[in-house]
């Protein structure tokens, strides 16, 4: 089975749960399959946490949900040693960040101490207990979500942090059709505790995602789309209406995730309309407005499509 065969069987299973979000759940997808993770942001009630326990049934993962609140700690995430009074000896109690994907449900409620846990684990794969480095199975990722209008005893992420996130992916509000789809569906019976009832198929094996994304990776990406990728990361440190352009990591983010959005469309090359896909998620969250651009009324993302225009287009 080829990825774009592949990518479409899984948004048709997705789509027998989450009405409206075919967009949201295929920049999931391209991050999960670039071995990336994603930080979702909307008002509560807008699926994301059916949309990861939706990602994780139909490839058959392990999920472990995580609620953040003031008073987790990082122990509460990565596991502690507790001492067996039996045996007379410690034993390492793992704690929920041992699983495929872990949702870690409205992330900035948590201080940054405990948000800091997750460093490690998303980007080395290991966790560190009293010493002791372990490893993590594969496929691994983080899906964080966050409220953005609701900022009072909230802990906003560093820069630092939310830069390890591969993309960041808007929720918004469905439309008022998508909506009485959602009424009407639960109308009939629709249970999002018990999506297994909904007759899922399982489409990806955990053991099938080296073959994946060693096919992902032969993707070809022309010296003239490399270019464009940097010139892009070029252009965001350079844009008058930026304190902080993007990072290094941007531009790897960018060649990983376009190669991904390839693949997905069945071509085994990188066009520059692949990179500008993925661009707007991959650069909202690590870019800075300056107060003057916020005045005028921009955003990041209104930033971001300026600076794509203005970065000329290899051909």
Not at 19 to 28: A, P, S
Request: aromatic share 6%.
């Amino acid at each position: 089975m080829s990825i774009s065969q592949l990518a479409a069987q899984l948004r048709t299973e997705a789509a027998k749960v989450i009405v409206g979000q075919d967009e949201v759940f295929n920049q999931v997808l391209i991050a999960f399959l670039s071995g990336g993770h994603v930080l979702l942001e909307g008002v509560p009630g807008t699926a994301k946490t059916l949309l990861a326990k939706t990602l994780a049934h139909l490839i058959n993962a392990e999920f472990n949900r995580i609620q953040f609140t003031a008073d987790l700690m990082p122990s509460d995430v990565v596991g502690t040693q507790v001492f067996d009074i039996n045996q007379g000896t410690f034993y390492l109690k793992k704690g929920p960040l041992f699983t495929n994907i872990a949702l870690a449900d409205e992330i900035n409620r948590a201080p940054a101490k405990t948000q800091s846990a997750l460093l490690e684990a998303m980007e080395e794969r290991q966790i560190t207990i009293e010493g002791e480095r372990h490893l993590l199975t594969e496929p691994f990722m983080v899906l964080a979500t966050q409220n953005p209008v609701e900022y009072e005893g909230t802990y906003p992420l560093p820069e630092a942090q939310l830069d390890r996130f591969m993309f960041k992916v808007l929720v918004d509000y469905p439309p008022e059709a998508v909506e009485q789809e959602v009424l009407r569906r639960y109308h009939n019976g629709f249970d999002a505790r018990k999506i297994e009832d909904v007759g899922l198929q399982r489409i990806v094996q955990p053991g099938d995602m080296g073959a994946i994304r060693q096919a992902i990776n032969a993707v070809t990406v022309e010296d003239g789309v490399l270019t464009y990728i940097t010139r892009l990361a070029t252009a965001s440190r350079n844009s008058p209406d930026l304190i902080l352009g993007g990072s290094p990591r941007a531009s790897i983010t960018l060649l990983l995730t376009s190669k991904a959005v390839a693949a997905i469309n069945g071509r085994d090359y990188v066009t520059p309309d692949d990179v500008k896909y993925v661009a707007l998620p991959t650069y909202r969250h690590r870019i800075l407005l300056r107060p003057e651009a916020e005045i005028e009324g921009l955003d990041a993302d209104a930033v971001m499509k300026r600076i794509i225009a203005g970065v000329e287009v290899p051909r």
